[in-house]
Nanobody, 125 residues
Framework: QVQLVESGGGLVQPGGSLRLSCAAS????????IGWLRQAPGKEREGVSCISSTDDSTYYADSVKGRFTISRDRAKNTVHLQMNNLKPEDTAVYYCVTSHSIYCSGYVPNPPRYWGQGTQVTVSS
């Protein structure tokens, strides 16, 4: 059974950092484009970042460029999202999502195939 499990969320002050992890079982993440989406209360889900399979090219939403970094740990079948200089508007549930494609669609792992359960990130003073 395919399972994606996110971890690393929590409460952090503005300007702080968090490192999210997405651990997979039942699927090898490095064969597919994979990324992170987030959903804030009352808002639609939005793309955050995506990393391709073929060459690990990375893509980011404008709102997180220069602050977030997505990466793969192929040995551990895990994807990470390093989030620095967090802002209150980053508050959301963050989801790890894999695509059936090796390529990202912009900064979104479209079309989505598997989703994690999400991890809450709250940025507040």
């Amino acid at each position: 059974q395919v399972q994606l499990v996110e971890s690393g969320g929590g409460l952090v002050q503005p300007g702080g950092s968090l490192r999210l992890s997405c651990a997979a079982s039942g699927v090898t993440l490095d064969y597919y484009a994979i990324g992170w989406l987030r959903q804030a209360p009352g808002k639609e889900r939005e793309g955050v970042s995506c990393i391709s399979s073929t060459d690990d090219s990375t893509y980011y939403a404008d709102s997180v460029k220069g602050r977030f970094t997505i990466s793969r740990d192929r040995a551990k079948n895990t994807v990470h999202l390093q989030m620095n200089n967090l802002k209150p508007e980053d508050t959301a549930v963050y989801y790890c999502v894999t695509s059936h494609s090796i390529y990202c669609s912009g900064y979104v792992p479209n079309p989505p195939r598997y989703w994690g359960q999400g991890t809450q990130v709250t940025v507040s003073s």
